[in-house]
């Protein structure tokens, strides 16, 4: 009897303690429910915020238009202009490594040159001898005709020289270019005969890598940098 009232008041105590530790349990569910709730709330407010949130615009831009800096300082411009009576025909000039073009924008004002030089901040404003505007553009790049016909050769004094088209006898008539003196000599007893008389013949370049590369070959043989060689050579 004494036994079976002891295993009585234990199981009402393990049940007290089952549904109290039941109670805790739930509220610990609720919390963390309520928790991650909150966080979830939190994160997706944060979102939202974000999205609302005006972009930072990129470096010198406006409205999405990136802002070129100026080649030529606006005052320059005025300067140039200052003392232009009517108008004076325009042209757009793009000078490349190798050739140029020249396009027609028409007759200007000074106040026409001056509204087209903000336009177009990366050309450079000029005048020439005949008094017609030029705003040139600069281009890293051989011109279409110079890609089509260009070659580089020597002269009759041994400069090398890009030529419009083959290298007539070492004629100056189609120079487009010259460089700078070439020591034949030295040149001629270095490298291969075959090279020398292509060089004589001309070497076409159909891009700016094939100019950059024959400049850079055919400039250790220029007149002064084989000086240069020959006077840290022993018994020179």
Not at 3 to 31: T, Y
Not at 155 to 179: C, H, M, Q
Not at 217 to 234: C, G, H, I, N
């Amino acid at each position: 009897m004494i036994l079976l009232n002891f295993w009585n008041q234990l199981k009402k105590q393990w049940k007290r303690k089952l549904r109290s530790q039941r109670r805790w349990l739930g509220l610990a569910l609720i919390l963390l429910a309520a928790g991650v709730f909150g966080a979830g709330a939190w994160v997706l407010g944060l979102r939202n915020l974000q999205g609302l949130a005006p972009e930072r615009p990129a470096d010198h831009a406006v409205f999405g238009r990136v802002i070129q800096q100026p080649k030529q300082q606006e005052n320059e411009v005025r300067e140039l202009v200052k003392g232009i009576d009517g108008q004076r025909e325009a042209f757009v000039k793009k000078a490349y490594v190798c050739g140029e073009e020249l396009q027609r924008i028409g007759l200007m004002s000074s106040s026409d040159i001056l509204s087209y030089y903000k336009d177009h901040p990366a050309l450079t404003v000029s005048m020439n001898p005949d008094g017609a505007v030029l705003f040139t553009e600069e281009v890293d790049d051989l011109s279409p005709q110079c890609k089509d016909n260009a070659y580089f050769g020597l002269d009759t004094k041994g400069n090398l020289s890009l030529f419009s088209g083959v290298p007539a006898g070492g004629g100056e008539d189609n120079v487009i270019r010259t460089f700078f003196q070439l020591n034949i000599q030295y040149l001629e007893s270095s490298l291969p005969r075959e090279t020398v008389k292509q060089l004589y013949q001309g070497i076409r370049v159909r891009d700016l890598d094939d100019y950059n590369s024959v400049l850079s070959t055919l400039s250790d043989y220029a007149v002064e940098e084989t000086e240069k060689v020959m006077q840290v050579q022993p018994g020179s």
